[in-house]
C-alpha cells in the first residue's frame, strides 16, 4: 500500500490522468513481478538516470533482458513508462540501450512508446525516438490507430505535429492506403490551426477537400467554422490567392505578433478554401448535398462570412439556386433572415437579381417577409437600445423593400400576412419596447434641461459686479470675463431650452412604426446634444463668474475651475457612446453596399 501511495502522489505531481488508473492497477497486483523495481526507477519524477543505472549493475547479466522487459499489466516497457513520465534523459539512455525493432513494441493499449510521447507533447522524447527508428512514425497506435502526426494535432501540439508530419512518408498519408488517417489527419490539422500541414495534405491529395467523415463532419464545415476566428474585411471581387507562399515580416510587439498570426491564418485560409473551391466547382447537385457543401455555405451565410460564400459560389454558380431543405428558402432569404448585410448587399453585383429577390420558401414567404421577421437576439442585441434596435429593423424592411418588385409586397404567405401586417405583428412588443425606452431616457433628461433653463435664467439678471445706478448698465460690461458670463449664459439658456423641447417632443410623440426610422432619433440626438452644450455652457458661465470675483486669486478659481469640469466628463462618459450611436445609425453611412460590380 505504501507504494501505491506513492505512485498515487506522483501522478498527482505530474498531472498525468493517464498514469493514475491502468498504472496503478496493474502496479497493484504484480507487486512479485521480477522488474518492479525497474519500472518505478524509470518513472521517477526526477528524471535521474543514476537511480535505473544502480538497478542495471545489480543485474549485469540482464541488462537487455529488463530494458526490453514489458509489464506484465500493461504490456509496456521501461521506455513507455518513461515517455509517459516526461523523463528526457531516461528516455535517452534507454533508446541507446534497445535495438530499434524493441522501439516498435506495444502495450495493451495498442500504443507504442512514440504514440506515449505524443501524449506529453516533449518533441525532444520523441525526436530521440524517430531518431533511432524512423518506421514508428508510420505504425499506428490506440484504439482509434491513427497515426502520432494526427495524434499529436489532436492534443494541440503543432510544433509535435510538424516534426513528425516532415518525416512521416506520404505514402502513408495517402487516402487511397488508410483513408480514416487521411481524414483524420486533414480534419485535425485544421481544428488545431496548423494550416500548412492542411495545404499542403491537399496539394498532394486533391480529392479530400470533398471529405465527408463519420467522426469528423465535412472539410467545408470545418472550414468555414475556423474562418469565424478572422475578423478581415473583404472586397468583393478580389482574388483569393495564387497559391504562392506570402511572406509576412514578424512582428516584434506581442499585440503585433497576435495580428501577424491572425494574418497568417487567415492567408493559409484562404488558400486552402481556394483548393477547395477548384474541386467544388466540378461537383453535380447530388454531389454538392453529399459533401454537405451546401449546408456549409448556409453556415456560413448565416454568420455573415462573406469571403467564404463568395468563393464557393464563384466555384459553382449552381450552389446560388439551391434551397435550404427544411424551409426552401434561398441564400438571400436567410441572410435578410439573420441579418446579414454584407452577404445581402451581394444581390446588387448579379444579373439575375430580379429573379432572386422573386423566390419564395415552403410557406409563400418572398424575400420582404424575410425582412417582416423579428431579428434574431444575437443581432439585436448588438444595438443600443430597444428603439435604435427598432431602427434598424426598420432599415431592413426598407432595403429589402427597394430590391423587390411592387408586385410583391402585397403577397401572402400561408398564414395569409402581407409583408407589412408580418412586421407589424412581429415587431410589436419591440416596438412598445421602444416607446418605453424612449420615454424613460426623455423624462430623465428633461429634469436637468428644466432646472438649467431655470438657474442659467434666474443668472442672467443676477449680473456680478452690479449694475449703474443712472443707466442701469452693468458696472464691468467691458471687462472680457463679464462678456464670456453673458455669452455662455445665453447659449446655456437656448440650449437647455431646445433640449427641453426636444424631449417633450419625444414624450407627445404618437409612437408609429415611421416614427422609429428618423423622427424619434433625431430628437433624441438634438436633445442629447443641446442638453450636453447646455452643461458646457454653464460651467464657463459659473467659471467666469469665479474669475471677476476672485480675480488675481488664481490659487481659488484654478482647483474650482477644474471640478466644474467633472461634470462635463461625467456626462461625456455615460452619454457619448449613445450619440454617436444614433448619430451613426441615423445619418452615418449604410450597413448596405448597393454599389456592387457583378461579381458572378
Not at 499506428?140 to 510538424?162: F, N, R, T, W
Amino acid at each position: 500500500m505504501q507504494k501505491v501511495e506513492k505512485l498515487k502522489d506522483y501522478c498527482a505531481k505530474f498531472g498525468n490522468s493517464k498514469l493514475s488508473n491502468l498504472h496503478i492497477r496493474s502496479f497493484c497486483h504484480n507487486e512479485k513481478f521480477k522488474y518492479t523495481d525497474f519500472f518505478e526507477a524509470v518513472r521517477n519524477i526526477e528524471d535521474d538516470w543514476s537511480i535505473v543505472k544502480d538497478i542495471l549493475r545489480k543485474h549485469p547479466e540482464e541488462d537487455k533482458d529488463i530494458v526490453r522487459s514489458t509489464h506484465p499489466g500493461t504490456g509496456e516497457t521501461g521506455l513507455h513508462v518513461a515517455a509517459i513520465a516526461g523523463n528526457e534523459k531516461i528516455v535517452k539512455e534507454l533508446v541507446d540501450l534497445m535495438p530499434k525493432e524493441d522501439l516498435e513494441i506495444k502495450g495493451t493499449d495498442k500504443c507504442t512508446a512514440l504514440t506515449e510521447a505524443v501524449f506529453t507533447g516533449m518533441k525532444s522524447i520523441a525526436k530521440c525516438i524517430v531518431e533511432k527508428n524512423e518506421k514508428i512514425v508510420s505504425i499506428a497506435g490506440g484504439s482509434d490507430k491513427l497515426l502520432p502526426v494526427v495524434d499529436a494535432l489532436s492534443y494541440g501540439y503543432k510544433d509535435m505535429a510538424d516534426y513528425l508530419y516532415s518525416k512521416t512518408p506520404k505514402q502513408d498519408l495517402s487516402p487511397e492506403k488508410n483513408f480514416n488517417i487521411a481524414a483524420a489527419l486533414l480534419f485535425w490539422s485544421i481544428d488545431a490551426k496548423d494550416y500548412d500541414i492542411a495545404l499542403d495534405m491537399l496539394n498532394r491529395f486533391p480529392c479530400l477537400a470533398i471529405t465527408v467523415h463519420e467522426d469528423y463532419r465535412s472539410l467545408v464545415c470545418t472550414l468555414a467554422q475556423n474562418l469565424l476566428c478572422f475578423q478581415v474585411q473583404v472586397h468583393v471581387g478580389s482574388t483569393f490567392g495564387n497559391g504562392e507562399k506570402e511572406i509576412i515580416p514578424k512582428p516584434t510587439h506581442h499585440r503585433i505578433e497576435h495580428i501577424h498570426k491572425m494574418k497568417f491564418g487567415h492567408d493559409r485560409t484562404m488558400k486552402i478554401l481556394q483548393k477547395m473551391s477548384e474541386v467544388i466547382q466540378t461537383l453535380d447537385d447530388d454531389e454538392l448535398e453529399k459533401c454537405l457543401v451546401v449546408d456549409a455555405l448556409h453556415k456560413a451565410t448565416v454568420n455573415g462570412m462573406i469571403e467564404f460564400f463568395v468563393a464557393l459560389i464563384q466555384s459553382n454558380p449552381e450552389l446560388l439556386w439551391l434551397n435550404d431543405k427544411n424551409t426552401g428558402r434561398n441564400l438571400f432569404m436567410v441572410a435578410v433572415e439573420h441579418r446579414q448585410p454584407k452577404i445581402f448587399s451581394l444581390i446588387h453585383g448579379l444579373k439575375s437579381k430580379q429573379a432572386i429577390a422573386a423566390l419564395w420558401d415552403s410557406s409563400d414567404n418572398n424575400l420582404l417577409h424575410m425582412a417582416g421577421f423579428l431579428a434574431p437576439s444575437s443581432q439585436l442585441s448588438s444595438i443600443a437600445g430597444p428603439a435604435l434596435q427598432m431602427q434598424r429593423e426598420l432599415q431592413w424592411f426598407e432595403e429589402v423593400e427597394k430590391v423587390i418588385s411592387p408586385s410583391l409586397k402585397e403577397l401572402r404567405n400561408s398564414d395569409d400576412d402581407t409583408p407589412q401586417e408580418l412586421f407589424t405583428k412581429s415587431h410589436k412588443d419591440l416596438m412598445e419596447k421602444g416607446e418605453k425606452w424612449m420615454k424613460d431616457t426623455a423624462q430623465s433628461c428633461t429634469v436637468p434641461a428644466a432646472l438649467i433653463v431655470t438657474i442659467i435664467f434666474a443668472a442672467a439678471f443676477t449680473v456680478p459686479g452690479g449694475l449703474i445706478q443712472d443707466t442701469g448698465r452693468p458696472l464691468l460690461l467691458h471687462d472680457k470675463f463679464f462678456r464670456l458670463f453673458i455669452i455662455s449664459d445665453a447659449i446655456s439658456l437656448f440650449s437647455s431650452a431646445i433640449s427641453m423641447i426636444m424631449f417633450l417632443g419625444i414624450l407627445s410623440s404618437p409612437y408609429r412604426e415611421a416614427d422609429f426610422l428618423r423622427s424619434l432619433p433625431t430628437k433624441l440626438m438634438i436633445g442629447l446634444f443641446t442638453l450636453f452644450l447646455s452643461i458646457v455652457a454653464m460651467m464657463i458661465c459659473f467659471s467666469a463668474v469665479l474669475f471677476i470675483l476672485f480675480e488675481g486669486e488664481s490659487w481659488v478659481t484654478f482647483p474650482i475651475i477644474l471640478l466644474s469640469s467633472l461634470p462635463i466628463t461625467l456626462y461625456l462618459i455615460q452619454q457619448f457612446s449613445l450619440l454617436f450611436e444614433i448619430l451613426k445609425s441615423t445619418y452615418g453611412s449604410s450597413i448596405f453596399e448597393r454599389n456592387q460590380s457583378r461579381w458572378l
